[in-house]
Structure formats: C-alpha cells, structure tokens
C-alpha cells in the first residue's frame, strides 16, 4: 500500500526510523505506548517524546525523522 511504501522510502533515504512488528513484538510496543497501527513512536536520546497513534502524511513523517 502507498503508506508502507512513504515509510519504507523514508528509512531507504536514511532517515531515523525503525519499523517494529507489534505483534510479534507485543511487550516491546507496550512499554513504547503503541497501542494502535500504525503507531509512531518518537523517541530521542533514550527517552520517548510522542506517541502518534493513526496514519501521518508523508510530510509529517518527514518532521519526525
């Protein structure tokens, strides 16, 4: 879908972002607070800043990383 694919571009162009498997990864994204898909998770020097739960535009996701 178009919305995998922005995602998958932004992390091809280098841009600070990691994908997680929620459900293989359950524990991990409860203690990150993704408790929807898609979740975004912004985390800086260790400590998590947001958490956007819902689809961003492509911008937006630009903003993050």
């Known amino acids: 879908d178009?919305?995998?694919?922005?995602?998958?571009?932004?992390?091809?162009?280098?841009?600070?972002?990691?994908?997680?498997?929620a459900i293989e990864h359950g524990e991990l994204a409860n203690r990150l607070g993704a408790r929807g898909a898609p979740a975004f998770?912004?985390?800086r020097q260790g400590t998590v800043?947001?958490?956007?739960?819902?689809?961003?535009?492509e911008a937006k996701l630009r903003q993050m990383v």
């Open 2 to 21: 178009v919305y995998k694919r922005q995602v998958d571009n932004l992390i091809e162009e280098g841009g600070n972002l990691l994908k997680l498997d």
């Open 41 to 43: 998770v912004e985390v």
């Open 49 to 57: 800043i947001r958490v956007h739960l819902g689809a961003l535009t």
